[in-house]
């Protein structure tokens, strides 16, 4: 499953991939943020949007989506790792109660 395209997907300049993976219960999101550092990217998560914010010093990006199908939300575990330049955010999901 893709994520629906947000608003500011145009404006937001770096490479963003997300999968969906159903029989995980995992949302996958990959952002190519180099040459930028970690420092300067925020990842907020609420139970249905995941948003990415990246300071560039003389402006910001910022990509929000919210991906996922109405019976579901983001759960308790997830994991953002840096590597390389490419940030992975890893988001367990679960049914909506």
Do not use: K
């Amino acid at each position: 499953m893709s994520a629906t395209p947000s608003s500011d997907a145009a404006s937001f300049p770096f490479p963003t991939q997300f999968v969906y993976e159903g029989p995980l219960n995992r949302f996958r999101a990959a952002v190519d943020i180099a040459p930028t550092g970690i420092d300067d990217v925020t990842v907020e998560a609420g139970p249905r949007h995941l948003r990415v914010i990246v300071d560039l010093g003389d402006h910001v990006a910022e990509r929000a989506v919210r991906p996922l199908p109405d019976d579901l939300v983001f759960g308790d575990d997830h994991e953002a790792v840096y590597n390389n330049g490419v940030l992975t955010v890893s988001l367990s999901t679960r049914s909506r109660e």
